[in-house]
């Protein structure tokens, strides 16, 4: 390919990694919890309808709901027992939403629907699209936009690169990083099932360099493969960012507003990739993931594989339980990650992390007035002007605030990370964004 | 029980860099020129320092006292106020003069507006202005020479600073047939001389005020601080590069591209301006680009004053101008990532 091509995106922090709790542990199966619940929205889109009552015997893998329209995807059992409730329960994104609550047998017996396929790659792209729905695939990285629709860009918008992303630049996360190693093979096959689907031949599989190990194992997975490149990126968070990460490769700008289908690219996340291959291979639907439980907080910080739906508190009691200076409890990575108020809230598709922090790795702190360093502005991987936009949202100036483009925003917090006046930048943006978009729908 | 969880908005991690850390490593920056201050001048430099910044910090406390606000002098945003007025005084001055510089640029130019953050202009800056307009005799004469040198850095005169000695020699040379011939002998001798002088300026064997006179020892203190990221490249180097272009093309007396620009970046208190005024954070523009724009206007403005003005030297008050067309700069929205312009 000619033209030099950057590794790395303009602005971005360097928060510690702290990966080197986890990155060397191999990937431990936690057993199944004696309940699990299983909330009907695990995706961005509508939220499913249970198909299951209160009473029924399910099996793992057994389908407990039906997604309502294209932009939704349903729910399996991830253990064998029997429904115990269908009930609002605290959601990890927030508020209660509507889960399936299963009382686990012990016998894990796996329904009968899960049939293996030799020759799924025989499928047809629309065939195969149709089982990453069944299999209730919805993007891993955290987004948990349904994959199916990824998968189906508008004739108009052709994709000529795709990617998959292993940057997992979120500090502590590192269960990408041994899925990298661990299933290597399974990870590929994934990727040449996305590239069939799309018609795709130019594939990255991109992986930051603090992760040397995972990127000599995809080289070798990949060797002879003239259409697959392993990149390794500059270690900067966030590099993983879709935006950030096609501009790393490609040099190519989504444009504000739109998506990376906008510029001929696809990003897919490498357990999602794992996930599609289960799915199409092995019949498997999506009622297990990989995690990383790590950060001050928790005793013996691990990677699991764990089913769907088990209550963070199982996952935690597995892990050795809490440190006494835990304090604060994070589903994701610390800086995009979400704080919880209650550990009953459930492992969903979207989890990639529980990370526990304490007083010292998350201090409260008391902003001060912004002395105009300039820093969010530096370091805003979208080249915008954070202080800007939070003081116009603070005076309640929407207009303003949108005008300076606060709906780029990625939400990636690098500008609060970075701030020495310790200012909320970030949630006063995200309020913003709400306002506008309230404000508009309003309107319109 | 259940454990009581703190709840917040992601990033759940913060950079431990912060406001004090920030304004104690510019004080840390400032010190080299301090030192060379008590060399050079001696022990009334020190005391001259040590007058401004113990006001400087007890106006702040007193005012948010009385104010019922917290007090802020653990930001040690007062510090670096009373340092640099100091920078910007004679080493002889009264010590009433730092006392009143460093009341009015807390108590009018600081906390009137709202405290760090909030000030239209540069404190330093203004409490000088102020002292200027009020005092001019006490806080432009100089007649400690520096240990080992003379005022100008030059032998042939010895009763002036650098900058007035060149400004004088040029009004001279620009007008040959209003000067005896013994004058105009005199001020092309002292315009070689002042040509020869760098390495005088650059380590800060001039007069000049406390913490101007060492461009060596500043320097220092400014790689530290750009080491650090608290300053950036764009607003110094637009700022000395356009003195210099100015300087070089204007500031001669043999017509156009006949000045002397080295001479021009050492002398008087770019240097310190440059890199520890008009990088000032509060007053000085958000974005790369505006900050390029400002150390233009800062430049353009300082030139001005230094070939054609009233004054010999011109950074302050160039620092200050700018500092009012800030908000003005900090409406230039940069391109957005991904937008078409």
């Known amino acids: 390919m000619l033209g030099i091509r950057r590794r790395t995106f303009a602005g971005g922090v360097y928060p510690p990694e702290e990966k080197s709790h986890t990155e060397k542990k191999p990937i431990e199966e936690m057993p199944p919890p004696t309940t699990v619940v299983i909330p009907l929205q695990q995706h961005i889109g509508a939220p499913s309808e249970p198909i299951v009552k209160q009473g029924d015997q399910v099996r793992i893998g057994d389908r407990l709901s039906e997604p309502q329209g294209f932009v939704s995807v349903p729910v399996h059992a991830s253990v064998s027992g029997t429904v115990q409730k269908i009930a609002p329960l605290p959601h990890p994104l927030g508020d209660q939403m509507l889960a399936i609550v299963i009382e686990n047998d012990g016998q894990d017996t796996v329904t009968d629907a899960i049939k293996p396929d030799e020759n799924y790659l025989a499928l047809t792209p629309d065939e195969m699209r149709q089982k990453i729905k069944e299999a209730g695939i919805a993007g891993m990285g955290g987004a948990t936009f349904p994959t199916h629709v990824k998968l189906s860009p508008p004739e108009s918008k052709p994709i000529d690169i795709l990617i998959l992303n292993g940057a997992e630049c979120e500090p502590y996360l590192t269960a990408d990083h041994r899925l990298m190693l661990e299933y290597s093979q399974d990870i590929f096959n994934g990727l040449k099932i996305f590239q069939k689907i799309l018609n795709v031949k130019k594939t990255y599989i991109a992986i930051e360099k603090n992760k040397p190990d995972a990127i000599r194992k995809m080289e070798e997975i990949a060797q002879g493969d003239k259409e697959v490149e392993v990149i390794g990126l500059k270690v900067k968070y966030p590099q993983g960012a879709e935006k950030q990460l096609i501009k790393a490769i490609t040099g190519r700008e989504v444009p504000t507003g739109g998506l990376p289908m906008d510029v001929g690219c696809l990003v897919q996340n490498v357990g999602t990739a794992k996930a599609v291959f289960d799915a199409l291979r092995w019949g498997k639907p999506l009622y297990q993931r990989v995690i990383t439980v790590s950060g001050p907080g928790i005793q013996k910080p691990k990677n699991l594989l764990v089913r769907i739906g088990t209550p963070f508190k199982d996952v935690i009691a597995f892990c050795g339980g809490y440190t006494e200076t835990a304090n604060k409890l994070v589903m994701g990575g610390p800086m995009m990650g979400l704080s919880q108020y209650t550990d009953e809230v459930p492992v969903i598709k979207g989890t990639s992390g529980i990370v526990v922090l304490d007083g010292k790795t998350s201090p409260t702190v008391e902003p001060s007035p912004c002395i105009g360093c300039g820093r969010c502005i530096l370091t805003c991987p979208m080249g915008l002007v954070p202080t800007t936009i939070a003081q116009y949202v603070e005076a309640k100036n929407y207009e303003m605030a949108k005008k300076w483009n606060a709906l780029d925003c990625i939400e990636c917090g690098a500008c609060t990370f970075v701030c020495p006046a310790k200012r909320p930048l970030l949630q006063s943006i995200r309020l913003g964004k709400y306002k506008i978009q309230t404000l508009n729908k309003k309107a319109g | ?341």
Request: hydrophobic letters at 50%; aromatic letters at 10%.
């Open chain 2, 1 to 341: 029980m259940d454990k009581l969880w703190r709840v917040s908005s992601s990033p759940h991690i913060l950079d431990r860099d912060s406001v004090p850390k920030i304004m104690r490593a510019v004080v840390l920056a400032l010190l080299p020129a301090l030192g060379g201050a008590l060399y050079f001048f001696g022990i009334r430099a020190l005391w001259v320092t040590l007058v401004a910044v113990v006001t400087a910090v007890v106006t702040e406390y007193l005012i948010e006292k009385l104010l019922n606000k917290p007090v802020t002098i653990k930001d040690w945003s007062a510090v670096v106020t009373g340092m640099l007025l100091a920078y910007n005084l004679p080493p002889e001055v009264p010590l009433w003069i730092p006392i009143i510089g460093s009341v009015f640029a807390i108590a009018i130019v600081k906390q009137a507006f709202g405290g760090l953050g909030f000030n239209p202009v540069n404190p330093a800056l203004a409490a000088r202005a102020l002292l200027l307009a009020s005092w001019p005799i006490h806080v432009t004469v100089f007649n400690t020479p520096p240990r080992g040198g003379t005022l100008s850095g030059i032998d042939i005169i010895t009763s002036a600073t650098p900058l007035n000695v060149m400004k004088q020699s040029l009004q001279v040379l620009k007008n040959v047939d209003a000067y005896s011939i013994d004058k105009v002998n005199k001020a092309s001798e002292a315009i070689i001389q002042l040509h020869a002088s760098y390495g005088n300026l650059f380590w800060g064997k001039v007069g000049g005020c406390i913490g101007e006179t060492s461009a060596f020892l500043l320097l220092l203190g400014a790689a530290f601080l750009l080491y650090r990221h608290i300053i950036g490249w764009h607003i110094p180097l637009s700022y000395i590069a356009t003195v210099a272009v100015l300087t070089w093309i204007f500031g001669g007396s043999n017509g156009l591209f006949s000045g002397d620009p080295t001479f021009h970046v050492l002398a008087g208190g770019l240097i310190l301006g440059a890199f520890f005024m008009a990088t000032d954070m509060v007053t000085s523009p958000l974005t790369p680009k505006a900050c390029i724009w400002f150390g233009i206007g800062c430049g353009v403005i300082t030139t001005v004053i230094r070939l054609i003005g009233g004054y010999p030297e011109g950074v302050s008050y160039s620092i200050l101008l700018m500092n009012l067309v800030t908000p003005l700069l900090n409406r230039l929205r940069p391109k957005a990532f991904g937008e078409r312009k």
